[in-house]
């Protein structure tokens, strides 16, 4: 079993930075992929970024690239999530999630574990 527990949400305006954490108990951090998605009210779970653990590629969503950066931290058993230039758009509550070896970076159903979600408001 691995626990996930996001931080680091909150409120911002349009072009600052807000940086999200995730730690993970439970089994080895470093066995699995770690991503975070994000949901906006009325629409779908998207994928945002992701960190692979065999190779430290890291994936992102054309709507953040340039802008969020993902990290981990294997010691320490965390991810991070630094979002500069936010957008009204970027608001959501974002998830960190792990998965195994199989499974495309951004499709939900390849995630076995998710954490319980952070808020993140962005306004004009």
């Known amino acids: 079993q691995v626990q996930l527990v996001e931080s680091g949400g909150g409120s911002a305006q349009a072009g600052d930075s807000l940086r999200l954490s995730c730690v993970a108990t439970g089994r080895t951090f470093s066995w699995y992929t770690m991503a975070w998605f994000r949901q906006a009210p009325g629409k779908e779970r998207e994928a945002v970024a992701a960190?692979?653990?065999?190779?430290?590629?890291?994936y992102y969503a054309d709507s953040v690239k340039g802008r969020f950066t993902i990290s981990r931290d294997n010691a320490k058993n965390s991810v991070y999530l630094q979002m500069n230039s936010l957008k009204p758009e970027d608001t959501a509550v974002y998830y960190c999630?792990?998965?195994?070896?199989?499974?495309?970076?951004?499709?939900?159903?390849?995630?076995?574990?998710w954490g319980q979600g952070t808020q993140v408001t962005v306004s004009s």
């Open positions: 960190a692979a653990w065999r190779d430290a590629t890291t």
């Open positions: 999630a792990s998965k195994g070896y199989d499974g495309a970076w951004y499709d939900t159903r390849s995630y076995d574990y």
